[in-house]
């Protein structure tokens, strides 16, 4: 017994002996890191990262511009600089020729076992400090071999703050942010930029762009235009200081800073000392604000030299045409010039120019002859996350843009799918990083923050203290960043590499952060399917995790489709309704179908609840933001369901369209019982955990409901609608079964005339009942019309004159009218755009953003007519409409009744029995 206990002692030393020193306590080694005398001052902040990591880690670092003899060295620079070349000859190194690669970087080893960080540019050797800190931190120790070379796919690597807010400002319109202390007190604190600059150079990323509708006003003063300035005195410094010190310290991490603004905005007070309106979509360039804008942006180039342009011809210019390029090519190319010749400078900044609401190849063609340092950037997936197999008429514009001669950036854009839940499927992201190389051609990357845009810095998330985006979604930005500088890396390497960054974020060993990963990718699957296969648009007027109500999902046109989300933004496949008249002719069905998307998210909810259960054991750091991660998970779970049950319903419903059966309304009613009930749950899994779903809370999200005023922006308030929709259904439902499939009969609404004051010519009045021509240079006359309309008194207008200078109304009334417009349904040169949010931010100014009435009209080989409605208090107004035809219908009381629904008058109203349903 006592040999025993001997026995047990001396294990016992032996292993108090090496276990003391299996955690190295490192005598503090000397490491010299040698620098060229007046480094440039990437390669200067490079050699403090790697200072920081090796005294961590217990070394003593001394530095020098000199290679001394005694311990190891580090040596710093660019090739051919003094330092490479002086470590070169000392050491014996070969004299490698390289292929020059931006931002590219080698980092190699003596016989001495000091190493040299060589930069093939001034961020490349950046990039090497930053990889051997990393190697340092990750081993605990400096390595005494190495070889390694690398750089990145990607030239432009970026992410985005938006330098705007949840609602419009008093007084102000959509994008009209002011850079002020009361609007963005955060923009004014130099500590959360350098944390958020650090996280960024951490990542590898390159560019930050700030947007906001027209930030001039709040950054540089004009000689020829000091009125206007829209900031105070005051505000002004500050917004001169931080500005300032924001892109010295983002030129120090190797980042461009580029500011973004929308054409054409001018300052509030700019517009009211000229009497104008700060934006008009339709308004034609002006010289006065061509001069205005060209000086504004010379004299932001002159001011601050280290920052880029982003230009957005789109949505407050009309769309495509020869004004954008004329505003490109003669107002801001020329600023931007101006300013570089009052610097006595050569070297171009770079100005990306946004495809978005433009012809982007056509103004390129006149653009790059006059500069060269130009970009372009297009949305990914819209204003969504849905697919990694983009195709159709998208990734045709985008391969376009790739093949310009410049440099094509994908914008990862608002995610309007993804917020508020955390999302952060590596293999998902990948993927699409690969895609956008492999499809789109394309070279760059520009992500907008996973949620909360416009909310900046924080998140959704209820907690006693604000959490920032930066420090929630960490492992959003850094798996775009990690697969925009290699998207090519092995994806069995890559479960390695993320379980490692997840079981030091939870404190847990491998097999656990594992689930975490797993749960991450199972449900990052859930919102991209959602969307593509029962979305309406890819939009930030649809708030995807507030569900949708079941007219949306029978009949989507009637809310305004957008096509490019089923052609181009998702898989082949069918959409609801293509689905169910498939299957009720026995029809083949082609690509992803609902049903194949109502098996797949369920399946996918569970294995992720199931995952971030199994992780939940092995959690010892990071608690609470674990618990909130598993509540994430399965709130994603719920609306897998929630959809899930909807869309079984929705093809019930939509097989009655053609079987007149009325079991299968019925056999709908427990899929929509169950459908509320997930609804239910989400909204308990919610209403302590998050402030709201969608960050934009403004008139123009429409789906599934209107948010005017910050309303309907939670689940809590969206369960009672859905309980609604459903005991609406089963009355309806049951009503039918008593009157033998045949709706109640009701009174037949009209909507009568309101009259106005006329101050612009009218050629003219018709009414649609006396079969009368709608304009008055053609014989245009309806063939089918919704009665709803037929006591209207439409206002005849010239059809040419329509298509060549637009429509232009001015009028008085004594009390708030509505006024009626009919658009096309289609698109081209001919017609008058539709008011569309995705393209025109200024859609709903007037709430005319929403179809009242589809397919109200059908002339004889025309496209069916679209009915929109502008609200007008009391008072006088100009509305100009776009170019095209459209239709004016006449004026309605402002307090009338306009119902909602599609009256299909183009396929014999079959449409309206299913609005029946639910109205």
């Given amino acids: 017994m006592k040999a025993f206990f001997k026995i047990q002692l001396l294990l016992l030393s032996v292993f108090c002996f090496f276990g003391a020193h299996a955690i190295p306590v490192r005598a503090k080694q000397t490491i010299t890191i040698v620098t060229s005398v007046n480094s440039p001052v990437r390669v200067s902040f490079g050699a403090g990262r790697l200072t920081a990591a090796l005294t961590a880690k217990g070394y003593k670092v001394v530095n020098a511009h000199q290679i001394t003899a005694k311990g190891r060295v580090i040596v710093i620079g660019v090739t051919g600089s003094d330092a490479i070349l002086a470590a070169t000859k000392q050491w014996h190194l070969p004299m490698k020729k390289v292929a020059f690669h931006k931002e590219g970087f080698m980092l190699s080893s003596s016989a001495q076992k000091n190493i040299v960080v060589e930069g093939l540019d001034n961020s490349g050797a950046l990039y090497g400090c930053i990889e051997l800190a990393d190697e340092v931190k990750d081993t605990g120790t400096l390595p005494e071999q190495i070889a390694k070379a690398d750089h990145p796919e990607m030239v432009l690597r970026g992410a985005c703050i938006g330098m705007q807010k949840s609602t419009y400002l008093p007084g102000r319109g959509v994008y009209e942010y002011p850079y002020t202390p009361e609007s963005f007190p955060w923009f004014y604190d130099k500590a959360m930029w350098l944390k958020y600059l650090d996280q960024m150079v951490e990542n590898r990323m390159n560019s930050l762009y700030l947007w906001n509708g027209h930030p001039f006003a709040s950054l540089v003063r004009l000689k020829d235009y000091p009125y206007a300035v829209e900031v105070s005195d005051e505000t002004f410094k500050k917004n001169e200081e931080i500005f300032k010190f924001l892109t010295q310290e983002a030129d120090k991490r190797g980042i461009w800073v580029i500011q973004m603004f929308y054409n054409i905005i001018v300052s509030k007070p700019f517009a009211e000392h000229n009497h104008m309106k700060t934006q008009d979509r339709n308004r034609p360039i002006i010289p006065l604000i061509a001069d205005y804008t060209r000086k504004s942006i010379a004299a932001f180039v002159e001011k601050y030299p280290n920052v880029g342009l982003m230009v957005c011809l789109g ?121 956008m190389h492999s499809v789109y051609e394309s070279n760059g990357l520009h992500i907008y923050p996973q949620a909360s845009y416009w909310d900046w810095p924080y998140t959704a998330d209820k907690a006693d203290t604000r959490l920032l985006q930066m420090d929630r979604d960490w492992i959003w930005y850094k798996e775009w960043a990690r697969y925009s500088w290699n998207c090519h890396r092995d994806r069995e390497a890559e479960k390695v590499y993320w379980d490692k960054q997840l079981a ?313 009218v509505k006024l009626l417009v009919g658009f096309f349904k289609e698109k081209g040169a001919k017609y008058s755009a539709e008011p569309t949010l995705e393209n025109d931010a200024s859609a709903n100014d007037y709430g005319q953003a929403e179809i009242k009435i589809g397919n109200a009209i059908v002339f004889t080989d025309m496209p069916p007519v679209n009915i929109h409605a502008y609200s007008f208090a009391a008072g006088t107004h100009t509305l100009t409409l776009a170019k095209g035809e459209c239709l004016v219908l006449g004026f309605i009381d402002g307090n009338a009744a306009l119902p909602v629904y599609d009256a299909a008058m183009n396929k014999g109203g079959a449409n309206r029995k299913l609005d029946a349903l639910f109205n």
């Fill in 504 to 816: 030091e974020k939870y404190g847990c060993d491998i097999q656990h952060s594992a689930n975490i990963l797993e749960a991450y990718e199972q449900s990052g699957e859930i919102a991209p399917k959602l969307l593509r296969r029962f979305g309406i648009t890819d939009g930030n007027r649809q708030t995807l995790t507030l569900g949708m109500f079941m007219s949306q999902l029978v009949n989507p046109e009637r809310y305004g489709l957008f096509t490019l989300l089923y052609n181009s933004e998702g898989p082949e496949g069918e959409m609801l309704s293509e689905y169910a008249e498939k299957e009720f002719k026995h029809q083949p069905h082609i690509g992803e179908t609902p049903v194949n998307v109502i098996n797949d998210v369920i399946a996918e909810g569970q294995a992720a609840v199931a995952a971030i259960d199994a992780a939940e054991a092995g959690v010892k750091a990071g608690k609470l933001e674990f618990k909130r991660l598993k509540n994430d998970i399965y709130c994603y779970n719920e609306l897998a369901n929630f959809y899930a049950e909807k869309a079984k319903a929705a093809l019930l419903i939509l097989n009655y369209k053609y079987s007149n059966n009325l079991a299968d309304l019925q056999n709908a009613i427990p899929h929509m019982q169950s459908s509320v009930a997930h609804f239910k749950q989400l909204a308990n899994l919610t209403k302590d955990t998050y402030l709201y779903a969608n960050s934009m809370q403004t008139g123009q999200r429409k789906i599934p409901i209107g948010g005017n005023d910050g309303k309907n922006k939670t689940w809590v308030e969206l369960l009672p609608k859905y309980e609604q929709e459903l005991s609406r259904y089963i009355k309806n439902v049951d009503s039918l079964k008593l009157h033998a499939g045949e709706a109640s009969q009701t009174h037949e609404l009209v909507l009568e005339p309101a009259n106005v004051t006329w101050l612009s010519g009218t050629q003219g009045i018709y009414t649609l009942n006396q079969n009368s021509s709608v304009y008055t240079d053609t014989s245009l006359v309806t063939n089918v019309y919704d009665g709803l309309l037929k006591n209207l008194q439409g206002v005849k207008l010239s059809q040419k004159q329509q298509i060549a200078q637009g429509t232009t109304l001015k009028f008085s009334t004594d009390k708030s």
């Fill in 315 to 435: 949505e407050a210019m009309e769309g495509v045409g020869q004004d954008d390029v004329d505003w490109f090519t003669k107002t801001i190319i020329p600023g931007v010039k101006d300013g570089l010749k009052a610097l006595g400078k050569t070297e171009e900044p770079p100005i990306v120019l946004r495809a978005h609401d433009t012809d982007a190849p056509t103004v390129m063609k006149y653009a790059l002859p006059l500069y060269k340092n130009l970009y372009t950037e297009a949305k990914y997936n819209g204003e969504a996350l849905t697919t990694y197999t983009p195709h159709g008429p998208w990734a045709e514009l985008h391969r376009t843009l790739s093949h310009l001669g410049s440099v094509q950036i994908e914008n990862i854009h608002i995610m309007a799918n993804l917020e508020p839940f955390r999302y952060g499927s590596a293999d998902f992201i990948q993927k699409c990083v690969q895609a």
